[in-house]
């Protein structure tokens, strides 16, 4: 038999920058003497330097503030982050280990290393990283939302959802914590909460179009083929290259005996997506 295609969990790995005293006065410095180019810069007030146009020149200034001080945690974190927009990934932990070495209870540089650990599928050391981080600051719904997708990817289903549950209970409008909940509750076939999860969701960000295919999908599950296709249609209007949809869409049509409009949802699928040709034969 035929299933729906969905996609995974969204993922959101925020990494948090903070400008120490020691970094903000030798920005300032640098930019007199002209030592280091700041074009592109969007607003040095947002704390944010390692929007510079190149990474490799933003840890020169850390480095420089660390070489002023090097007890400055603040720019170690900072410099691993810049180490990350240049994929090293090892350099950054060192980084943000350093920072932690420094200060214990310095929660950005706890998630951010949680962060990195996370994007190279440690996600054991992710999830410690991350308790680490939500120990100091419990109030931390991102971490609890990549702590709870950190689960997800070693199929610990039911902490997941509780992680998600936090992540809500702290930030109710947490979206994407929402549907996230919900495609976890899909792959324990609780179709009718997922549901629930989806609609919550969708109410929060009405564009969210994965919302309304995985909707569409858990509708398919419980036999309401009508009431899913209306899902798949809205996933379409937000998104016309959404091949999933398109997809589902042809196998709820195929359900109701509609062969015409299933054969016309499933080649606009392959249309976009080819490789659905080998799932609709």
Avoid: H
């Avoid at 109710?172 to 899909?186: E, F, H, I, R, T």
């Avoid at 997809?247 to 490789?275: C, M, R, T, V």
């Amino acid at each position: 038999m035929k299933n729906p295609t969905s996609d995974k969990t969204r993922r959101k790995r925020t990494i948090i920058t903070i400008l120490g005293t020691t970094v903000l006065l030798l920005l300032m410095l640098v930019s007199i003497s002209g030592c280091v180019s700041f074009a592109g810069i969007p607003n040095l007030g947002s704390n944010n330097v390692s929007n510079l146009n190149k990474s490799d020149e933003a840890i020169k200034v850390y480095d420089k503030a660390i070489e002023i001080n090097p007890q400055d945690s603040k720019a170690w974190n900072n410099k691993g982050n810049a180490l990350l927009n240049l994929s090293k990934f090892d350099e950054a932990i060192a980084a943000f280990d350093k920072a932690i070495e420094i200060n214990p209870q310095d929660s950005e540089a706890w998630y951010n290393k949680a962060s990195v650990l996370d994007n190279l599928n440690k996600s054991e050391e992710a999830i410690n990283a991350y308790d680490k981080a939500i120990e100091i600051n419990p109030q931390d719904s991102e971490a609890w939302y990549n702590k709870a997708s950190a689960l997800d990817d070693l199929n610990k289903s039911n902490e997941a959802i509780k992680a998600y549950d936090k992540a809500i209970e702290i930030n109710p409008q947490y979206s994407d914590a929402w549907y996230n909940k919900g495609v976890v509750l899909g792959k324990l076939n609780k179709s009718d909460e997922a549901i629930k999860a989806y609609y919550k969701a969708i109410e929060i960000n009405p564009q969210n179009s994965d919302a309304w295919d995985n909707k569409g999908i858990a509708l398919y599950i419980l036999n309401k083929y009508d009431e899913a296709i209306k899902a798949y249609d809205k996933a379409i209007e937000i998104n016309p290259q959404d091949s999933n949809a398109w997809y589902n869409k042809g196998l709820a049509f195929s359900k109701l005996n509609k062969s015409d409009e299933a054969i016309k949802a499933n080649e606009k699928a392959i249309e976009i997506n080819p490789q659905l040709r080998s799932l609709a034969q």
